[in-house]
């Protein structure tokens, strides 16, 4: 069973940071892509940024240059660095794989105030 729990959300001002974990189980990191996705309110899920096997990393352009993906195979968890947040990046933060895409988790708040 794939399980991901995503973890370190919060509320904080534009221009401030945070560091999103996905916690995984039932998977080892280092042999699958992750990504990340986002839900903001009244709008669809999108994609955020993803790792893939050979550490390669992809990012929708709204969050180039402010966000890093990262993978830790050692603790089985993936990060998402995210700085400079504006506002517009307010949304439920989600982590699960790309390809073949397990249950949705409950993902994890994020909020930037202005």
């Known amino acids: 069973q794939v399980q991901l729990v995503e973890s370190g959300g919060g509320l904080v001002q534009a221009g401030g940071s945070l560091r999103l974990s996905c916690v995984t189980s039932g998977i080892t990191v280092r042999a699958k892509a992750i990504a990340w996705y986002r839900q903001a309110p009244g709008k669809q899920r999108e994609f955020v940024a993803t790792?893939?096997?050979?550490?390669?990393?992809y990012y929708v352009d709204s969050v180039k240059g402010r966000f890093a993906i990262s993978r830790d195979n050692a603790k089985n968890t993936v990060y998402l660095q995210m700085n400079s947040l504006k506002p517009e990046d307010t949304a439920v933060y989600y982590c699960?794989?790309?390809?073949?895409?397990?249950?949705w988790g409950q993902g994890t708040q994020v909020t930037v105030s202005s």
């Open positions: 790792i893939s096997t050979d550490s390669k990393t």
């Open positions: 699960n794989l790309p390809v073949g895409p397990s249950n």
